[in-house]
């Protein structure tokens, strides 16, 4: 089993800052990609940035300029730096990870989802 734990949403007031960290665990070989995806109520989850593990990165055009992913492979972990936030940012944000498992199968797993409110 794989395990995705999301932390560092909360409440910030728009042109704030916010990190979320994600930790990935258990019965993991490699991970191919690591990524942020958010959803807001009423909409489709949508992707916000990945990050391959190579190092190249792919971010939605609405955050260009302002989030910033990286990862740290050695603690299976990846991260969203948040800046010049909006209101439209508010959403639930999950960490998802494209895993190659210990067994030798190949699955997304995502992460409990934790709340990012932008509102002044």
């Known amino acids: 089993q794989v395990q995705l734990v999301e932390s560092g949403g909360g409440l910030v007031q728009p042109g704030g800052s916010l990190r979320l960290s994600c930790a990935a665990s258990?019965?993991?070989?490699?991970?191919?990609?690591m990524g942020w995806y958010r959803q807001a109520p009423g909409k489709q989850r949508e992707l916000v940035a990945d990050?391959?593990?190579?190092?190249?990165?792919n971010n939605a055009d609405s955050v260009k300029g302002r989030f910033t992913i990286s990862r740290d492979n050695g603690k299976n972990s990846v991260y969203l730096q948040m800046s010049s936030l909006k209101p439209e940012d508010t959403a639930v944000y999950y960490c998802?990870?494209?895993?190659?498992?210990?067994?030798?199968?190949?699955?997304?797993?995502w992460g409990q989802g934790t709340q990012v409110t932008v509102s002044s």
């Open positions: 258990g019965s993991i070989s490699s991970i191919y990609v």
């Open positions: 998802n990870a494209d895993v190659r498992t210990l067994r030798g199968s190949r699955n997304d797993y």
């Open positions: 990050i391959r593990n190579d190092g190249t990165t």
